[in-house]
C-alpha cells in the first residue's frame, strides 16, 4: 500500500529559487511529495486555513510581509504544521530568532544539497510531532498533580489544624507541665506542622490562580507598611539562624496602586526564601524606591548573601512546581510553589518580577509595581476635550450591612461583584470607576469619575443594585450618591499635566469628605 505523499507548501516570491526546490524534489521516490508552490503570506494563510499542508518551506522576505512576522503568522493560521525557514546568507541570525519563535529549522538559500532537502522536511515534521506529544503529556501531567494537590491539600487542613491546636495546648502547659526535652520534642514538632500548614497554604492559592479565583485589589498602598509588616513577621526566622534582616527606604516614597495583602504576601515568600538560602552570619535586605528608568513605577528588592542562583536557572524558578536540582540548594523546604505565586500576584497588578545573582554571591528578586497616581487614573475622563458640557461628578456607591457591620469575609466576598457590576454602569469609557481609596470602617465605598452625567448613572446603578442577587441573602445594603465637581475645567492656557494635578487635588478633597463623613457616621 503506498504511503500518502506530504505536503509541502513552498512560499517564496523568488520563481528561480522555487523552480531550485522543486528540482531537488525530482529524484525522490515519485509520490513521495507534493509541493504547492505560493508567492504571498496572504495567499499562504488562506491556504494554511484550509488544512492538508504537513510542511512549510517558508522565505522571511515576501512582498506582503517580512522578517519574523512571516513566521508567526504561518503558525498562527496552522500551529500544527511545522515551519521551515528559508533564508540567504546574511540573515543566518535571523533564521535563528525564527527558530525562537517557533520555527523547527532553517536552511541557508545556495547551501542546500539536493538530498538534504527532503530529509530535513522529514526530520522538521518529526521533531514536530514528538514536541507536540510531549507537551501534550506535560499538560496531562500538570493537570493530574493541580488536581491531586488540590484534594490532598484540602483533606490535609483539618487533621493539621487538630496537631497544631493539641500541640501548642501542650506547649502553653494547659495540659501540664513538660519536662525541657519534652518541650524541645513539641517546639519540633510545631515547626514541621508550620511548614505543611505553609505548603498548604501554597497548594491552595495556585489551585485559586488555575481555578480564576485569585483576588486582587487594586488600591492606593503604603510599600513601607509592606516591608515592616514582613520584616516584623520574619526577624525571629532570621535571629534564629543569626541572620541580620534590614530594611532600607527612599524618603517620601510614593505610594503603590496594588493591593496591600498581596504585597505583604510577595514580600513574606521573598524574604522567606532568602533566609533559607542564606547561611548563618549572613544578611538579608529589603529596599524600595522609585524606578530610576520610570518614576510612575517602585522598585521593591530582597536581596541576600546565600548560595546564589544559576544564571541559567533565574527565569525557571518562577515556574509552577519547578525545583532545583543543584547541590547548593538541596536545603531547600518546600513545593516549588512560592516564587509561582509570587509571579502571578506580581503580574496580576500590572507589575513585574525577575530575580539576578551569581553562584557563591547571594541574590537578588526585584520587583516593579506602579506608583498609585490619580492623576494618570482620572486622564481618560479629563484628558480629552468634553463634548458634554455638564460637571464632572464624583458618583459615590456604599455598600453597608443590615447588621450595622460589614465583616471582612462579606467585604471580600462581594466587593468585586459589585465592582463589576458598577462598570458595566459606566455610560462610556470616558467615565472612571476608581480603585479603592481608603477605609470607611463598616461600610465599603466605591467612587466613579463621571464626565456623562452623575445623575443618570446613580439611577443605573440603583435599578442594577435592586436586582443584585445576592444583596438579602448576604444581608446588604446600598446607597448610591453623587456630588459636582464646579470649577473642573482647562483654562486655554494651562497644561494638561497642571490642569490633571489641580483636577486630581479637588476630587481627592471630595474622595476624603465622604469617607471621613461616613466614618463618623458610623462610629
Known sequence: MNEKPLQVLVVEDNAGDARLL??????????????????????AVIHLANGGVDVVLLDMGLPDEHGLDTVRRSIAAAPGVPVIVLTGLDDEALAAEAMKEGAQDYLIKGQIENRALPRALRHAIERHRMQTEADLVRTHQMQFKDEFLSHVSHELRSPLSAIYQFVTILLDRLAGDLNPEQHEYMEIILRNVKQLQSMINDLLEVTRVQAGKL?????CASVSDAIGYAVNTLEGAAAAKGITLSSEMER????????????????????????????????????????????NFLVLEVSDSGCGINPDMTERIFERLFQATDPALAGRKGLGLGLYICKELVTRQGGQIWATSTLGQGAVFSVKLPVFCLNRLISPALGKERRTQGPVALVVTEMGSMTGWLSDEVRAEHSHGVRDLLQRCLHSDRDVLLPKMGSAGAAELFFIVAVTGGEAISRRIREQLDDYESMDQAGLTFSTSYRSLEGIKRNASESMEDFLEQAAAKIQGLINEEISSRMVENA
Do not use: Y
Request: negative net charge; hydrophobic residues 40%.
Open 22 to 43: 522543486r528540482e531537488m524534489f525530482s529524484k525522490e521516490t515519485p509520490g513521495s511529495f507534493q509541493l504547492t508552490h505560493l508567492s504571498r503570506m496572504s495567499e
Open 215 to 219: 483576588t486582587i485589589e487594586l488600591q
Open 252 to 295: 517620601r516614597l510614593p505610594s503603590a496602586c496594588a493591593d496591600p495583602t498581596r504585597i505583604r504576601q510577595i514580600l513574606i515568600i521573598l524574604v522567606d526564601n532568602a533566609i533559607k538560602f542564606t547561611p548563618a552570619n549572613g544578611a538579608v535586605k529589603v529596599e524600595a524606591r522609585l524606578a530610576e528608568e520610570d518614576s
